[in-house]
């Protein structure tokens, strides 16, 4: 194929934007190192990108998968729920209510602790500039 458009890709690949967001992540992995699937004919790898999807030498859906993936900051990882702690082993700073009340268990903060957190997330204040004073002479 000498020439790449995006008529050649969009039967696979319906969405145009889809597609030039899926050929970028692809000539951004080429551009990493991945091996290509085509022969690169002197061609650049976002050329080389739609040829692989138009030829279907790599699956649309895998790298629509990889894209999605290279998005994500946080990936969510099933992981078993802590358990309640029962109220007789709750912390001696916690506050333990009733067993009608279902167990509510809440940590007490110290002054010192909240003070320290809220400097944390409040940058210092900045001093005001200090006026320019320019003396006026007295005639």
Known sequence: MARVTVEDCIDKVENRFDLVLLASHR?????AGQDITVDRDNDKNPVVALREIAEQTIEANDLKEEL???LQKYTEVDEPEAEAVPPTLASPGSIVADADDKEVVQDRMTEEELLAGLQGLVPPPE????????????P
Request: aromatic residues 0%; without cysteine; charged residues 35%.
């Open 127 to 138: 001093a005001p500039p200090e006026p320019d004073v320019e003396e006026e002479e007295n």
């Open 68 to 70: 999605i993936h290279s």
């Open 27 to 31: 000539a951004r992995m080429v551009s």
